[in-house]
Every structure is written in C-alpha cells, then in structure tokens.
C-alpha cells in the first residue's frame, strides 16, 4: 500500500491550487486521511484531516481558504486550497492513519512531499 501524491504548483498570492492523494493497493478502509505541511527551517505541522464520515478539522491559519474532501470508493484525499499566501509556502504530504487491508494494518503512511510556492 502505498499513497501518491500530486497537485503541487507555484502560484501567485491569491491564487488556487487543489492536491491529490491516493492510496494504491487492496484496501478496506482508512480511518482518517489528511494533508500536513513543511516550511523551510520549521517542524512539519499538520494542515487539515478528514475522517471516513467526512468529519473535517484545520489548523487555524486555513479555515476559511482550504477545503479537505475524500473520496472513500477509491480511497483518495484532496486539498482545494484557495485565497493562498506566501506564508502557506510548503512542502505538502498525505497522510493516512488506520489503513485495513485483507494482509494487515497500517497504523500509519505518508504520501511523499509535493511543493507548493506562493509568490507575492
């Protein structure tokens, strides 16, 4: 099982972009399934979640601009991220938490980085 990750861009401030993740392999379900993110020189922190309910939860810096959906037929987890600053500027990856399978459990993977650039 492994997650994939695509979407990346450089942008202008103001403008959108919209990630992708999907998980490749004979799944059964994910619990949760979210996007974190890694600034230079600063600690990977986590950006937005979604459960298999469709629950979400964001950090605080992007309520309001970035919108986490999943896709649970195919397991895939996307990020709408509108209105972007400069400071949202990142290396971005998948997460997932949970993942059943007809050989075992995953307690967790991640997607490999996809960069985001904002200019002003």
């Known amino acids: 099982v492994q997650l994939q990750a695509s979407g990346g861009g450089s942008v202008q401030a103001g403008g959108s972009l919209r990630l992708s993740c999907s998980a490749s392999g004979s799944i059964f379900s994910i619990r949760l399934m979210g996007w974190y993110r890694q600034a230079p020189g600063r600690e990977r922190e986590l950006v937005a979640t979604i459960n298999r309910r469709g629950t979400t939860d964001y950090i605080g810096s992007v309520k309001g601009r970035f919108a986490i959906s999943r896709n649970n037929d195919n397991n895939t987890v996307f990020l709408q991220m509108n209105s972007l600053k400069p400071e949202d500027t990142a290396v971005y990856y998948c997460?997932?938490?949970?993942?059943?399978?007809?050989?075992?459990?995953?307690?967790?993977?991640w997607g490999q980085g996809t960069q985001v650039t904002v200019s002003s």
């Open positions: 997460n997932a938490e949970h993942i059943a399978t007809p050989d075992r459990m995953y307690p967790e993977l």
